[in-house]
């Protein structure tokens, strides 16, 4: 009798992970072709922000949003079209396989290339959760680095342990 339930449950078990594997696969999937077309979505806003001035953004999301929907609006349009133009200039590939939107936002709050691309590697490099990313981004651990260990980024130098060791600020006694 065990048999059997353990025969229906080897099934079970087998047709459960097939089912993740494919949702986690096509969420991916679909998180990849989202920041594609933000980015070509970017390109587009910022061509046309050029050309016709700054409340463009504020008219193309009135339109968007009776015609497509909420989530066109100016706040997620400039964030959009921020996107392009921070990476515009960069090598997008590993971002768009590595990077979620929700990652890419959180990212777009800050102002240095070598900062976010920093912040890109570390997530790239370990996996990072948005929430992992934006603590990591609240601690500011980037600034926290020696300028050395900076410049070594910025290079594509190889770093050693103690590079990534934040300065310790000493106490100040009286």
């Known amino acids: 009798m065990k048999e059997n339930k353990d025969l229906y449950y080897n099934e079970l078990k087998e047709e459960v992970l097939k089912t993740e594997s494919y949702i986690r696969v096509t969420e991916y999937t679909k998180e990849q072709y989202k920041v ?20 463009i953004i504020g008219t193309y999301s009135e339109k968007l949003i009776i015609e497509v929907g909420k989530k066109y609006n100016v706040r997620t349009l400039w964030r959009i079209k921020q996107f392009y133009e921070t990476f515009k200039d960069e090598k997008l590939s590993t971002v768009w396989t590595v990077l979620t939107w929700s990652h890419l936002r959180e990212l777009l709050s800050l102002n240095n290339i070598n900062e976010i691309n920093y912040y890109i590697n570390i ?25 050395k260990t900076k410049e070594k980024l910025i290079k594509s130098e190889k770093l050693e342990i ?12 009286k």
């Open 36 to 55: 594609k077309e933000y980015y070509k979505i970017g390109k587009i806003l910022s061509k046309a922000g050029k050309e016709y001035g700054k409340d």
């Open 123 to 147: 997530t790239k490099d370990n996996n990072l959760s948005v929430r992992e990313l934006h603590e990591r981004i609240k601690s500011h651990e980037y600034e926290r680095l020696p300028n």
């Open 162 to 173: 103690p590079d990534l060791v934040p300065r310790q600020i000493k106490p100040m006694i």
